[in-house]
C-alpha cells in the first residue's frame, strides 16, 4: 500500500518475519514467507506455494480436512499479521510461540460463536496445538 502510494520506507519494504529481504507482498506475508510456513503447519493447512495467491487459498481449502475453514484460516493469517506488526510499530520480534498463544486465544473466543458440537471441535482442536 505504501509502495503504491509512492512512500519510500526501506524498512518496511522487506519482509521482516522471515528476514529473507524478500518483497513483502501479499503472496509472500501469507503464503510464502519461511516464517508462516511454519504456522500454517501447525494449525493443518497445506496448500501449493507454486501458484497465485488465489489459487493457493483454493487449493487451502480443498486440501483442509478439518471444519470451519474459513474461521481458522482468517484468525491463523490475523495473528501472522499482528506479528508483522509487532515487529514493525513495538520492535517486538515476532516467534512463533507467541504466534501460536495468540491463535490459541482467538480460537478459544471462537467457541463462543458457535454450537455445541463446533465448539467441542475448536477446544479439540486449541488442546492439540
Ligand atoms: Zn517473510
Redesign the pocket.
Known amino acids: 500500500m505504501l509502495k503504491r502510494r509512492h512512500y519510500h520506507i526501506d524498512d518496511i519494504e522487506s519482509?521482516v518475519?522471515?528476514?529473507?529481504q524478500?518483497e513483502?507482498t501479499i503472496a509472500?506475508?501469507i503464503f510464502?514467507?519461511?516464517?508462516?510456513q511454519h504456522c500454517w503447519a501447525k494449525i493443518g493447512i497445506s496448500y501449493n506455494s507454486n501458484s497465485s495467491r488465489i489459487e493457493a487459498r483454493i487449493s487451502a481449502k480443498e486440501n483442509y480436512s478439518g471444519r470451519l475453514f474459513f474461521e481458522i484460516f482468517t484468525i491463523t493469517a490475523w495473528n501472522i499479521w499482528k506479528e508483522r506488526n509487532n515487529d514493525i510499530f513495538k520492535r517486538i520480534n515476532p516467534t512463533h510461540n507467541s504466534w501460536l498463544e495468540r491463535t490459541k486465544a482467538d480460537l478459544s473466543w471462537l467457541r463462543y460463536t458457535v454450537s455445541t458440537d463446533l465448539s467441542d471441535y475448536i477446544t479439540s482442536l486449541v488442546n492439540n496445538l
Open positions: 519482509c518475519l522471515c528476514t529473507s524478500e513483502e509472500h506475508l510464502n514467507c519461511k516464517f508462516n
